[in-house]
T-cell receptor
């Protein structure tokens, strides 16, 4: 039962263009969402998060959009850079109880020069 | 930012042996640490939540007798894979909670069981 889904296993984008990574969730108890970037054989690195009371959060080149009614969030990276090439995981948690993160399956982003 | 280390980064062992993986928060104290496992091309799966001074809470389907977790201090949690088998080969990642909604991840440990 995959509660957090990233349906695109990979995405290729040209440098300078926008990268849009999508994530869907099924558990309506989730109220906090995070995006992580991960390189091979390394732990995930936090990128950006959003609480369910917001529908948008922006940090530099990264913007996360949340559509609660659709149970969908997306990460926009603009402009994309070759150094952004990595696997991106979205994660969700329900703030009640432990800060247990449920991860999506990841999307491999390749930004070509 | 906060730093979490894991040791070893890579371990190869024979089937039937036990392997201990350490997770340390280097510049902060963490009451709660988490252990994840990642299979190739799969998501990170939470295995257990480790609380300092108390028993770990295991996720459904994770064998607590096989994956022993000890959180003896506010900066150290250990995961011991007992009687390892080839199917235990995986990438194990820990995280430490600095404050609510802030987890910092270790670099991971790749375990290969021959």
């Amino acid at each position: 039962d995959q509660q957090v889904k990233q349906n695109s296993p990979s995405l290729s984008v040209q440098e300078g263009r926008i990268s849009i990574l999508n994530c869907d969730y099924t558990n309506s108890m989730f109220d906090y969402f995070l995006w992580y970037k991960k390189y091979p054989a390394e732990g995930p690195t936090f990128l950006i998060s959003i609480s369910s009371i917001k529908d948008k959060n922006e940090d530099g080149r990264f913007t996360v959009f949340l559509n609660k009614s659709a149970k969908h969030l997306s990460l926009h990276i603009v402009p994309s850079q070759p150094g952004d090439s990595a696997v991106y995981f979205c994660a969700a948690s329900a703030r009640s109880g432990f800060q247990k993160l449920v991860f999506g399956t990841g999307t491999r982003l390749l930004v070509s020069p | 930012g906060a730093v979490v280390s894991q040791h070893p980064s890579r371990v190869i062992c024979k089937s039937g042996t036990s392997v201990k993986i350490e997770c340390r928060s280097l510049d902060f104290q963490a009451t709660t640490m988490f252990w994840y496992r990642q299979f190739p091309k799969k998501s990170l799966m939470l295995m257990a939540t480790s609380n300092e001074g108390s028993k770990a809470t295991y996720e459904q389907g994770v064998e607590k007798d096989k994956f022993l977790i000890n959180h003896a201090s506010l900066t150290l949690s250990t995961l011991t894979v007992t009687s390892a088998h080839p199917e235990d080969s995986s990438f194990y990642i820990c995280s430490a909670e600095l404050r609510q909604d802030e987890q910092f991840f270790g670099p991971g440990t790749r375990l290969t069981v021959l």
